[in-house]
């Protein structure tokens, strides 16, 4: 036999060597130990798969659905049609033995020395002596399997002697060698060598059979097919002939090629003696023909199976299925003998087709209405035996016969059980029709809750029986007490009123209007409201009827209807459970109606009225909202602030809104920075505070001069990216804003910003350049500064920027070390204007140049002007820039020049341009409000 490969849970693990033969054993004797390793024991099941997967066969086809209950069913699942595989380390079966050596036949002829007579060796290929040692040296090796030293020794053989005598054996057990040290690839190739070289034989016999295995075992079942062929074709071993093909019919089948598998079967089937394989064949071709509905043949392949074969569970199947076709042929009594004999069957193995075989006794019985065989076949049966697909409808047929019987409680738990372990099964609704029946007969309590079971068998019998709306009444009534609206409502929609006792009409008006009210099924819920109102007008539950039928005309936007109920349960029925909801509803309608101040008086009389009100929050906030759409913004502030409190996760956002546009629209500086600032630090500010506010505080915090925070919120109302959205005015209190900051970069940008608007006036864009030209200036960038200036006084600003304008001129001559030219520039601006602020701040800066240049005594004329004129003027910080000469450094270490000690100090006056835009009255604000 061929030694088996290791298991793949330890693939390439040497086995321990088996112990040493005795000191008298020669090689002789260690290469017959090797042949006579024992063959495997035989399985029960499928001969074994290959080691390294096991390769389980398919299920039979499914046997098509029982009919109904009325005729005699058939199973619907057969037990597994394979047995479980054998153990993955498991080969298929393979040969029994090795074949005894034989000469290659290229070889040459070399014979050895005769052995003394005393012990005559058995006769052999003669092989020369080193030839012949090596090769003893791997078989001992080999026998004591000791595979990875035999590899070795086996390879050497090979290399050493190409024309050697054992060239066949040595290439098959060098394949063996390595398929059990877990090389298979090695091996692999090596049987293909020795196939490809020698082409029959039953060395070449075997190593098809193993590649077939390995194929097979790894699903190529193309190529497991074709070696299993040269296995069967190769081999003078019958077993490894039937193995052969045996497999290669399943290889067939996995391919999808049910004719060749067939036609293999076929070739199996043939033959009978000493074929382990001859059952399987039979129920393969059974099955098959089976599946194909060819009918005769099938049952003649089970029947010919279930007398002569030997294998119990492949026996037990074969009656199980031959018994059911003859069922089917009307041949009622061969079947029951042929389950009852499967029953007869003791063998473990066959103990999963004894439960069908009970169960085909049970549908034969059924069929035949012996209703005691029935129970008596049921009382003998293991239903945990039976395939899950049958149960349901075991317990149908088994129920019914109760019932028949008069057994109704059993009957129930059975239909029970079905409705509980399958309820998703065909035989479901007939048991819970069935069990209604049965509960019926034990006027059991839970009747209401199997009705909706029974309703379409009840239809099926009679279309116009009252019971079928007495079952759907009962489905309706289950569902409406458990709050299940949905399916109450179509219950209740299904009935049919004139069928019902005329005590049962008034409960299902009123109860079809409330579930489908509930169930968002307005029509059908106005209509049975209607009616119930109109017959039942003195009724207790009229208010919760009106409260109803409102809450659907509500949802169907008939407001004036919706306003109307509400409204007569506040007049009519104001202590009634539902007056609550009555007042919050019509307040609601009302707003939905725009009739803002009826929807401000309801919700106030809600909270005087209910003064601990769930809808509290609500309330203030509508009220609050109501005030805000009437423009009366002082009144809605309080409580707008009292629904953000009440109940923040439903109002923040938008009663947060609300109130910042109401302090927004009463230009509240102090609480609309308080609500901006709040806002600014939730998620997503930007979506929350419209950009009108943001600008209109800018514009506020610039007009009182507070510069800080008039560049913070005109930048936030500035949009950088897209600079046309912002208007322009904006940019040109930004870039002074940003000048007072000392934000020099800032306010180039805005300029900029507002001078790419084409239109501008020439005085408005001096204006403009002004801003940018002393933010340049900052920045010491006179170069693009000076050029800046020049522009704007081309364009004739007014009197104040030009001014400014040649101050800023003068100042960049005084930082570029040229103080005698810049004392002739600020000279004409005192000498032009007669301001408060510019005249006095022109003569200070052209007595500090005159000093600068070394003309103390023109100074000193212009400083007894200055004097004479402005006696309080005091000059701002910063007034006359550092002369710088040479590098920054020195600019910086330059004192500046001061006016005289004895001259009165000038009165203190700012730079002004001319005035930014004034914050306009708020206006309409872009919101979400809803």
Not at 226 to 235: K, L, P, S, Y
Not at 385 to 392: A, G, I, V
Request: charged share 25%; hydrophobic share 40%; proline share 9%.
């Amino acid at each position: 036999m061929i030694p088996r490969p290791l298991p793949p849970s330890t693939p390439g693990h040497r086995r321990r060597p088996s112990p040493r033969p005795a000191a008298g054993r020669g090689l002789i004797a260690c290469l017959a130990a090797v042949l006579a390793v024992p063959a495997p024991a035989q399985e029960t099941t499928d001969p074994p798969v290959p080691r390294a997967e096991a390769v389980e066969e398919q299920p039979a086809p499914a046997i098509p659905p029982a009919p109904p209950v009325t005729e005699a069913p058939v199973p619907r699942a057969e037990p597994v049609d394979e047995a479980p595989a054998a153990p993955e380390q498991d080969a298929p079966n393979e040969p029994t033995e090795e074949p005894k050596p034989t000469p290659d036949p290229a070889a040459p002829a070399t014979p050895r020395p005769p052995r003394p007579p005393a012990r005559p060796a058995p006769p052999r290929p003669s092989a020369p002596a080193p030839e012949q040692n090596l090769f003893d040296y791997a078989n001992m090796l080999y026998g004591r399997k000791e595979y990875d030293l035999a590899a070795t020794q086996y390879a050497q053989y090979l290399n050493t002697y190409p024309q050697g005598s054992y060239l066949q054996i040595a290439l098959y057990r060098l394949a063996e060698s390595q398929l059990n040290l877990g090389r298979t690839p090695e091996a692999e190739a090596t049987y293909r060598q020795l196939i490809q070289r020698y082409r029959t034989g039953d060395y070449v016999a075997n190593a098809a059979y193993r590649l077939g295995s390995l194929a097979y075992n790894r699903r190529a079942f193309d190529t497991a097919a074709r070696d299993f062929e040269t296995a069967a074709i190769q081999t003078k071993q019958e077993r490894i002939r039937f193995s052969a093909i045996y497999y290669k019919a399943r290889a067939l089948s996995e391919l999808n090629q049910p004719k060749a598998a067939y036609a293999e079967y076929e070739r199996l089937a043939k033959s009978r003696t000493n074929n382990p394989f001859w059952d399987r064949a039979l129920i393969q071709m059974g099955r098959a023909d089976e599946a194909a509905r060819r009918t005769e043949s099938a049952l003649a392949h089970f029947t010919r199976l279930s007398l002569e074969g030997t294998e119990a569970e492949l026996v037990a199947e074969a009656l199980v299925k031959s018994s059911r076709l003859l069922k089917e042929d009307g041949k009622t009594a061969e079947a029951l003998a042929g389950f009852q004999r499967v029953l007869e069957l003791k063998e473990e193995s066959a103990a999963p087709w004894r439960a069908i075989a009970r169960y085909g006794l049970i549908e034969t019985h059924y069929a035949g209405g012996d209703w005691p065989a029935v129970l008596e076949a049921y009382a003998a049966t293991e239903t945990a035996q039976l395939p899950e697909e049958q149960r349901p409808r075991l317990w149908l047929m088994v129920g019914d016969a109760q019932a028949k019987s008069h057994q109704h409680r059993r009957a129930v738990d059975l239909f029970q059980m079905i409705e509980q372990y399958y309820p998703d099964s065909a035989e479901n609704a007939e048991a819970s029709y069935r069990r209604l029946i049965s509960l019926s007969e034990l006027r059991d309590p839970s009747l209401p809750e199997a009705a909706t079971q029974a309703i379409s068998r009840l239809k099926a019998k009679d279309p116009e029986s009252p019971q079928i709306d007495l079952a759907r009444f009962l489905v309706a009534e289950h569902f409406f007490t458990r709050l299940v609206y949905p399916q109450a409502a179509q219950a209740y929609k299904e009935i049919r009123v004139a069928k019902l006792p005329e005590s049962l009409k008034p409960a299902l008006l009123f109860r079809r209007g409330w579930a489908c009210q509930a169930s968002g099924d307005a029509a059908n819920a106005i209509a049975s409201f209607s009616e119930w109102i109109e017959g039942h007008p003195d009724d207790p539950q009229m208010p919760q009827a009106l409260a109803k039928r409102g809450l659907a005309y509500k949802t169907t936007e008939d407001w004036k209807n919706a306003q109307t109920d509400f409204d007569t349960i506040i007049e009519k029925h104001p202590d009634s459970p539902v007056a609550e909801l009555a007042y919050e509803q019509a307040a609601l309608v009302r707003g939905q109606r725009k009739d803002t101040a009826g929807m401000i008086r309801t919700f106030k009389a809600l909270l005087e009225k209910f003064p601990t009100t769930r809808a509290a929050a609500e309330a203030h906030f509508w009220i609050g909202s109501g005030h805000f759409e009437l423009k009366q913004y002082a009144e809605a502030v309080p409580d707008l602030i009292k629904a953000r409190e009440m109940d923040a996760k439903a109002y923040e956002r938008e009663a947060s809104l609300r109130l910042l546009l109401s302090y927004y629209y009463q230009s509240d500086i102090p609480n609309l920075v308080k609500a901006v600032e709040a806002e600014r630090v939730k998620d997503d500010p930007n979506s929350r505070i419209p950009r009108q506010v943001y600008q209109f505080l800018g514009l506020k915090f610039f007009e009182q001069e507070d510069m800080a925070l008039a560049d913070k919120y005109l930048g936030l109302s500035s949009t950088p990216d897209k600079p046309g959205d912002t208007d322009h005015r904006v940019w040109l209190a930004l870039s002074e804003a940003r000048l007072a900051s000392r934000n020099w970069g800032g306010a180039v940008t805005a300029s900029d910003h507002f001078l790419r608007k084409s239109d501008l006036p020439g005085p408005l864009r001096a204006k403009a350049m002004l801003s940018k030209a002393r933010a340049l200036f900052e920045l010491r960038n006179h170069d693009d500064a000076t050029p800046v200036i020049n522009e704007a006084l081309r364009l004739q600003p007014d009197a104040r920027v030009q001014a400014h304008l040649r101050l800023l001129l003068g100042d960049i001559a005084m930082s570029q070390g040229d103080p005698a030219h810049a004392a002739a520039i600020y000279v004409v601006p005192s000498q032009m204007f007669d301001d408060e602020e510019i005249t006095p701040l022109a003569l200070f800066k052209t007595i500090a140049a005159l000093e600068k240049a070394g003309k103390k005594e023109e100074a000193g004329e212009y400083r007894t002007d200055l004097k004479k004129r402005f006696p309080n003027f005091r000059a701002p910080a910063g007034a006359v820039p550092a002369t710088r000469k040479s590098s920054d450094a020195e600019a910086e270490a330059e004192p500046e020049p001061e006016p005289d000690p004895d001259a009165d100090a000038p009165s203190e006056a700012e730079e002004e341009s001319e005035p930014a835009p004034e914050a306009e009255a708020p206006g309409d604000a872009e919101t979400a409000i809803d």
